[in-house]
């Protein structure tokens, strides 16, 4: 079974830049997750997507990062403006769909962005 | 809020020995409690989970954890330690009282002396 694809693995970018992160879930996995993970620090989620539609967004910066699922599958999430507090690992993660939250998560290698 | 505590930065440990990584928790209902396991360069792994039921949970690799209620405690454990057990270890709690949301630990790492 094909794991958590996310592309770029690297990024690195200039401050006030805009950079793109994208993510292909595992197959069949309706429950979609973009974390921050800073250095030292567990991941945070920053939003929850159950098929294309939003459950969660609570900490996800919303005057410079955006994302979606378009079609349920596929996501992208977005920053822009970068800000020099913006370097991180970026993880998506699925699981299989459910409210109970019991579902164990399935992650992706990340993308480590770097604002210099 | 649901948070976890890891409370040790670095777990040092001989090959053969006994490996204890430590979690508290804190939610406002009943907890869903995950250990997660992340080795350099790759995505976090899930290890093992307790969700209800018998205290001590089973897990991957030989990784077990034991739930305590009244000590609001979820350590990891593992009989006899590998070298290739060391990484670093997240410890999650999802509150069914609250939203949600799986909260992380800020990981343990774990170093296996041989």
């Known amino acids: 079974e094909a794991g958590v694809a996310q592309s770029p693995r690297y990024k690195i970018i200039e401050k006030r830049q805009s950079v793109a992160f994208w993510c292909n879930p595992i197959s069949g996995h309706a429950t979609l997750y973009w974390y921050q993970q800073i250095l030292g620090q567990g991941p945070k989620l920053l939003i929850q997507f159950q098929n294309n539609g939003v459950v969660d967004d609570s900490q996800l910066p919303k005057d410079r990062f955006s994302a979606e699922r378009l079609k349920g599958v596929d996501s992208t999430l977005k920053i822009q403006p970068a800000k020099l507090e913006d370097s991180a690992v970026y993880l998506c993660?699925?699981?299989?769909?459910?409210?109970?939250?019991?579902?164990?998560?399935?992650f992706g290698p990340g993308t480590r962005l770097t604002v210099l | 809020a649901q948070s976890v505590a890891q409370p040790e930065d670095q777990v040092n440990v001989a090959e053969g020995n006994p490996l204890t990584v430590k979690c508290t928790y804190s939610v406002s209902g009943n907890p869903y409690l995950f250990w997660y396991v992340q080795y350099p360069n790759r995505g976090l792994q899930f290890l093992l989970k307790y969700i209800t039921g018998d205290n001590l949970v089973k897990g991957s690799y030989g990784f077990e954890a034991e739930f305590n209620k009244s000590q609001t405690s979820f350590h990891l454990k593992k009989p006899s330690a590998l070298v290739s057990d060391s990484a670093l270890y997240f410890c999650a709690v999802r509150d069914t009282g609250g939203n949600n949301r799986l909260a992380f630990g800020k990981g343990n790492q774990v170093v296996v002396i041989p």
């Open positions: 993660a699925s699981s299989l769909p459910g409210t109970s939250g019991i579902n164990e998560q399935f």
